[in-house]
Nanobody, 122 residues
Framework: HVQLVESGGGSVQAGESLRLSCAAS????????LAWFRQAPGKGREGVAI???????NYADSVKGRFTISKDGAGHTLYLQMDSLKPEDTAVYYC?????????????????WGRGTQVTVS
């Protein structure tokens, strides 16, 4: 059973940076796609960044050039470096893992989700 635990959220001023982490367990190294999604108040959950089994990545247009997704060598810690944060980045950020994915659309097949971490930008 895949378990995901996010950390690193907080409250920052516009223009500042945060790095989110997601500790993942319960799956075989390199066999899962990993992604960050977010959900702002009153809005649906949207894909932010995704990294697949061969380390190809994709980003939402709204974060390209500002956010960077990465993982450690074993693939058990996922990161999201967020720079030049904007108030519209305010949301709960969720880590996700899936056995298959389509990175161009950020589609995840049978994803597992973490509980989320709040990011507030003012």
């Amino acid at each position: 059973h895949v378990q995901l635990v996010e950390s690193g959220g907080g409250s920052v001023q516009a223009g500042e940076s945060l790095r989110l982490s997601c500790a993942a367990s319960g799956y075989t190294d390199g066999k899962y796609c990993l992604a960050w999604f977010r959900q702002a108040p009153g809005k649906g959950r949207e894909g932010v960044a995704i990294i697949d089994k061969v380390d190809d990545t994709n980003y939402a247009d709204s974060v390209k050039g500002r956010f960077t997704i990465s993982k450690d060598g074993a693939g058990h810690t996922l990161y999201l470096q967020m720079d030049s944060l904007k108030p519209e980045d305010t949301a709960v950020y969720y880590c996700a893992a899936a056995p298959a994915c389509i990175i161009l659309t950020m589609f995840l097949l049978h994803p597992e989700w973490g509980r989320g971490t709040q990011v507030t930008v003012s």
